[in-house]
Structures are given as C-alpha cells and as structure tokens.
C-alpha cells in the first residue's frame, strides 16, 4: 500500500513539475505561450491514448510487471526532458511522459483487486489515491526547491532517479500474484455480477449496465476536481483579488482532498462490517458526498476569498471521497480479468469531461465570470447519484457478497 501511495505521488509530482518550473524553462528556452500550450497539449494527447491502452496491458501482464514498466517509463522520460534544447525535444520527452503516466492507475487498481478483499478495498483505494493531492501539495517544494538550488535540468533528474529506486522494493514485495491473500480464495477473486473470473469479451464489457454508470459517472462528476486544479487558483487572483504568491495556500484545500480519499475509504469499511455489502456501502457514503456539492455556487457567492476557501476544500474532501468510492465500486463488480480494460475506459472518459469542463469554462470566461460553472457543478455529482443507486444500490439488495 505504501508503495502504491508513492508511486502515485510521484506521478502528480513528475507531472506538474513542468507547470511548476514553466517561467524558467520558457526563458531558458525561448519558449513563447503557443509553444507552452502545444507542449502541454502533446501531454494530454499521449495521456489518453495510453489509457485506453494501459488497460490491456495490465490485463494481460498483471499489476507487477507493468506498473514497474510503467514507472520506469515515466522516470526515464523525466530524466530526459533534462536534455531538451527547443520546443519539439521538450514536447517529444512530455508526450513519453503521458504514454508512461497514464498507466499507473489501471496497474494500481489491479493490484488492490489482487490483495486485498472488498471489505478493505475502499480504504486501500483511498490510500494510494490521497498519493494524489499529496504529490500536488509536496510538488512546489520539491521541484522548486531543487531547481532553486540545482537548477531547473537536475530537478527533473532527480525526479526520475526516484522512480527508479521505486522498483527495487516493488519487485521485493510484490514477488507472484497467486502469493496474493485473494489469490489464495478462489470467492474471494469472483464478482458479485455473475462471478465471472476470467474477464468479459469486448462485446460483454459494453453490455454491463455498470460499466455504462462507471463511465457517466465519472465523466459527469470528475470535471468538479479538474476545475479546483486547473482554474481555481487562477480564479483566486483574478476575482478574490489574492496576490500571486499567496495561491500557494490551495496545498491546504489538497492535503483536504487527500483526507477525503482516506475517510472515504475507511467509512464503508464500518458499515460493511454492520453488515452492508459492499456496493451498497459505497453508494450510500457517495450520497453523503453528493449531497454536499450544492455548497458549490456559495464558493463564488462568499464574502472573502477565505470563507470562499474553505467551501471549496470541503468540497474537494467530498469529491475525494466520492472518487475513492466509485473506484471501489468497478473492482468490487468488475472481474479482475476485465478492471484494466473497464478502468481505461472509464477514466477516458474522465479525460472527456475534463476536456469538456476547460472548453467549457474558457468559453465562459470570454463572455463572463466562473459564476455559472460554480452553479452547474453544483448539480454534477447528484445528477449521477439516480443512476448508481438503481445500478449498484437496489440490484444488490439480496445479492450474495461474492467478492468479500
């Protein structure tokens, strides 16, 4: 679990350090903002397309020797955007980036589902997710602080060199995954639709009316978190009037989301031990979540930028907390023969309404304020709230736990 949390930290570490470090390695460089942006951009791209595929292969090579594959991928493409001397070598070494990164979560998923049972899923999901908000908030002391010292080139190596000491201790402890405890209970590896181990064809995967809900739901409810990473510290300077340098206070709004993930994985843990099943657990701590975002307009609404604040962390630790759970959800009803191939695509199209959710709002902005995106994401998460509880809730009132 300890290492699952740092290899994800690591990855929000290795992928921001560029936006970190964007001043300095555009002058150094003589990059101008178009060149910034088309750098970004190949990022993006390359992202989606190794999610898509990262799913595969996982299925196919199992969480050891992947995510490993992954990490050394991603690290040695960091050590390598040291060398870069123009715009096309930089963006060439952040496309590599992307096609490493985007792995690690399909691969993280996939071991949770090999060792550990439902009933600890949920936190162990939020563990190495809280990875997450960590990395966003050690990121700037991190890359900064060395490139401050060192210079922008050495932070990027000693980024990757982490990486690569990353994968002794994985392959020291993760040796075999029929030495995994669920692995060891043949129950334990089935799912509660059908307990189908081996993994659905294609045309059985786009059949599964939760698959179907994993996919809206995350697509409809994950642009809330891209927007409080992307916009909201621009939103602090430029409507709450919040100097440049005293942004750096959103760390604390992301050590909140990394609580979220943490408590969101420990609280279905309590129920199911009084004896919800475990999709059930997870919607029910969900609609606990949702039922908190229409706080989202009175983040725009607030008197001060810190009454603002405050309502925007809350609301990041209940996205978090939403997220860890509808995570939980897919292992807890997917065959583990099939959760790389159900995780790529559903966080694909996580990536869709992030897309959508940055159309959407630069639009806004050109003919207005975030006023209205603070309204609409109010509403997201229980616009998908109906269909997890017809698809996960009532279907599994009765339904035997095979996959505890």
């Known amino acids: 679990m300890a290492l699952l949390f740092f290899a994800a930290t690591l990855n929000y570490v290795d992928k921001n350090a560029l936006a970190l470090l964007a001043p300095t390695i555009q002058g150094d460089l003589g990059l101008s903002n178009q060149h910034y942006a088309n750098i970004q951009n190949a990022f993006q791209i390359a992202y989606l397309i190794a999610t898509l595929a990262s799913g595969v292969i996982v299925d196919k090579f199992g969480p050891r020797l992947s995510l490993a594959c992954f990490i050394c991928w991603w690290s040695l493409a960091g050590m390598f955007t040291a060398t870069a001397r123009s715009a096309m070598s930089l963006g060439v070494f952040r496309f590599l980036l992307g096609l490493g990164e985007a792995g690690n979560w399909a691969a993280s998923l996939k071991t949770v589902s090999a060792w550990f049972p439902a009933k600890e899923r949920g936190l162990a999901i939020g563990i190495y997710t809280a990875g997450t908000p960590i990395g966003m908030t050690l990121g700037p002391l991190l890359v900064i602080g060395l490139a401050e010292g060192f210079g922008w080139r050495l932070a990027f190596v000693v980024m990757g060199v982490a990486g690569l000491f990353w994968l002794v201790p994985w392959f020291f402890f993760f040796r075999r995954n029929h030495d995994s405890p669920v692995a060891a209970n043949p129950e334990a590896a089935s799912t509660t639709f059908g307990g189908d181990v081996a993994g659905w064809s294609w045309k059985q995967l786009f059949a599964r009316p939760e698959v179907w809900c994993l996919l809206i739901g995350r697509m409809i409810s994950d642009p809330v978190w891209f927007f409080y990473q992307n916009w909201y510290p621009k939103y602090l300077v430029s409507d709450r009037a919040m100097a440049q340098a005293d942004v750096k206070i959103v760390s604390v709004m992301f050590l909140a989301a990394g609580l979220g993930s943490l408590i969101g994985g420990w609280l279905p843990a309590r129920l199911i031990k009084q004896g919800r099943l475990p999709q059930q657990a997870r919607v029910l701590v969900m609609l606990g979540c949702g039922l908190f975002m229409p706080l989202s307009p009175l983040v725009a609404l607030a008197s001060s930028a810190t009454v603002s604040f405050v309502l925007a962390s809350v609301i990041c630790f209940m996205h978090l907390a939403w997220l860890t759970n509808i995570t939980a959800l897919l292992v807890d009803t997917v ?64 339904s035997p736990v095979l996959n505890a």
């Open 335 to 398: 065959p583990q023969g099939s959760q790389g191939k159900v995780f790529s695509i559903v966080a694909a199209g996580s990536s869709a309404g992030a897309i959508a959710m940055n159309h959407f709002v630069a639009k806004m902005l050109a003919s207005g304020s975030y006023n209205t995106w603070f309204w609409i994401a109010g509403g997201l998460h229980l616009a998908v709230l109906p269909l997890l509880w017809m698809v996960f809730y009532r279907r599994n009132k009765t």
